[in-house]
């Protein structure tokens, strides 16, 4: 059984032992890292955005480094902003700078109401060196490497296949449609795409969360109902999230999908 062991940047512990939670946590080869933001040494916000972001990815890089990997070991990204229109343009400049060519890691953006009186924060799964992770943007599914990330990244040595948040975008067009369930069907049919690239089927997903912005019960139910469709009797761990914004004002839903390849 793989043992879990603690990460702490240095000099960083005492804050997060104030909190009682880690920075990371190592199982096996993968290093599960706790959401970073742009804290300066007291673990107060840095005021100014930018720098706030760049601190965010300094701290990101230390708690990599303690964990002993770094950037190009990233293999899934989840980030939360609070005003992701505005403040997009940003981020992008500063990512750019840190993962600066493909292979690129997943990546779900995130807008949110509250990170407790910051603005950024991004939290990463990584692999620690040993086995390479293998990235793809799978032809068949819509360009996402010109934005800078990839649709899929597969770690070894276990085989799990980490996907992109999945949204409403088809191949070769731009246009989203306005109603939530066809978007759930759009984004889910993504998903069904990358599985057979992978070569793998329903009863192989491991984990979903579903990003529903201004979430109802009944917006859920519409978002849920097209996944129902592709799993089949498949039992995958699930979460589903009601967020503030997704990556453009138009989207609605978003699903994240981590599958066991065969």
């Known amino acids: 059984m793989a043992q879990r062991k603690a ?6 512990q005492s804050l997060y032992e104030k909190h009682g939670y880690s920075a990371a946590v190592r199982s096996d ?76 890691p997943s990546w779900t953006d995130l807008g949110v109401n509250w990170l407790a009186g910051f603005d950024f924060e991004i939290k990463v799964i990584a692999r620690i060196p040993s086995r390479p992770v293998s990235r793809g943007n799978p032809p068949t ?28 975008m088809k191949l070769g067009s731009g246009d989203v449609p306005k109603d939530l369930s066809d978007q759930a ?11 057979k690239e992978l070569g793998a089927s329903a009863q192989d997903i491991v984990m979903m969360r579903l990003y529903v912005v201004n979430a109802t019960s009944e917006a859920f139910g519409q978002a849920v109902a097209p996944i129902r469709e592709l799993l089949g009797d498949a039992k995958p761990s699930m979460t589903t999230i009601g967020v503030q914004a997704l990556y453009k004002p138009e989207i609605k839903v978003e699903i994240e999908m981590v599958v066991r390849l065969p």
């Open 141 to 168: 599914m819509w360009d996402m490497a010109s934005l800078g990330f990839s649709h899929i990244s597969v770690a070894e040595p276990g085989r799990l296949a980490f996907l992109s948040g999945q949204i409403a």
């Open 185 to 195: 069907k759009f984004a889910t049919a993504n998903l069904a795409a990358a599985l």
């Open 29 to 104: 080869n993968l290093l599960f890292v706790s959401g970073q933001v742009g804290s300066r040494p007291d673990g107060s916000p840095e005021p100014d955005f930018e720098t706030q972001v760049r601190l965010a990815f300094a701290n990101l890089e230390a708690t990599l480094l303690a964990g002993g990997c770094g950037f190009d070991d990233v293999i899934d990204v989840t980030s939360f902003h609070t005003d992701p229109e505005k403040q997009l343009g940003t981020i992008m400049a500063v990512k750019s700078g840190v993962f600066k060519s493909p292979p690129y």
């Open 7 to 12: 990460v702490f940047p240095a000099n960083r």
